[in-house]
């Protein structure tokens, strides 16, 4: 795990990525970006076969900025940090800090990959990845960034503690679908290593935590609720409707494969079941204590 410190002095247990699976993500990407500038290109080309010499230099010029340059910034920007490769191996870019990118931050790693990975082809960015600490490459350090591992073994994941008791279900018509799961890693790490923080670095991390979630869900805490107990109560309501989901969909599956069984499954009838109830002896109810009968009927 990596040492990384956010603004408030909470070390975080990230994972960097390491060169093999950064170089991987970046060929991925590499292998789609080009594919789609080939084609741009001869599209072009098809279109400005009546320019003279110097349009078609620069529209090539401006394709190749777009395609090769933009394209990514844009991707990573709305994506959070996530491209197409790395977001088949897991990976994710994020801020020193441990929050999401902006603009500013997609900006710089994509104008410094213009130099150390498509000109240089890549050779600049291996050297700097495996000099640094972190496999941060030149990008990453003028940015201020970290590429980390977001698919992390279970058994790594720290133990989330409960909430307190009067707080259970007290969220339970809050609105989370508007709180991404950055967030929740964030709020995850807070809360299984709060107990190891200073008391006023925790109580500022938790302001802050529950200040960003108000705004995600648009509804303010219970008054007298801590900032740390608001926090842990909504990640409590959050797992409770994830095992909710979970345990549904198994009941639902379950219930979907009975109704499919074929009739040969079924046991066979006894004799007594196929006698119509009506010609059935009073003998055959089962008594009770008191002389009164079940009205159930007894097991075959």
Not at 33 to 55: K, Y
Not at 178 to 189: C, D, F, H, N
Not at 249 to 264: C, D, E, F, M, N
């Amino acid at each position: 795990m990596s040492g990384l410190v956010t603004g408030d002095a909470v070390v975080l247990g990230l994972q960097p990525a390491r060169l093999p699976s950064r170089a991987l993500a970046v060929l991925i990407d590499l292998v789609v970006v080009w594919a789609a500038f080939v084609l741009i290109t001869l599209g072009l080309a098809v279109a400005t076969a009546s320019l003279d010499e110097a349009a078609v230099m620069a529209v090539s010029v401006v394709s190749f900025l777009l395609v090769l340059v933009g394209a990514p910034i844009a991707v990573e920007t709305l994506s959070h940090g996530r491209s197409l490769g790395k977001m088949a191996l897991g990976l994710r870019v994020v801020r020193d800090d441990g929050g999401p990118i902006r603009f500013r931050h997609a900006l710089v790693r994509g104008a410094m990959g213009v130099v150390e990975i498509l000109m240089t082809f890549g050779v600049v960015a291996c050297i700097a990845s495996l000099v640094s600490e972190r496999g941060r490459r030149l990008g990453d350090v003028f940015a201020g960034t970290l590429v980390v591992r977001e698919r992390i073994p279970a058994a790594r994941n720290a133990f989330v503690p409960p909430p307190p008791p009067w707080l259970v279900g007290r969220f339970a018509g809050l609105d989370l679908s508007a709180v991404p799961e950055g967030m929740w890693l964030e709020i995850r790490q807070y809360l299984t290593r709060a107990r190891e923080l200073d008391p006023a670095v925790g109580r500022r991390l938790a302001e802050r935590l529950a200040d960003e979630m108000v705004t995600l869900t648009g509804a303010p805490p219970p008054p007298g609720v801590p900032a740390d107990a608001y926090v842990a109560g909504v990640m409590a309501e959050r797992q409770a409707r994830e095992a909710r989901r979970a345990f549904s969909g198994a009941a639902v599956a379950t219930a979907a494969s009975a109704a499919v069984l074929p009739p040969a499954v079924a046991p066979p009838a006894v004799a007594s079941e196929v006698v119509p109830p009506a010609v059935l002896p009073p003998a055959v109810a089962p008594p009770v204590a008191g002389g009164s009968a079940t009205g159930f009927a007894p097991p075959a």
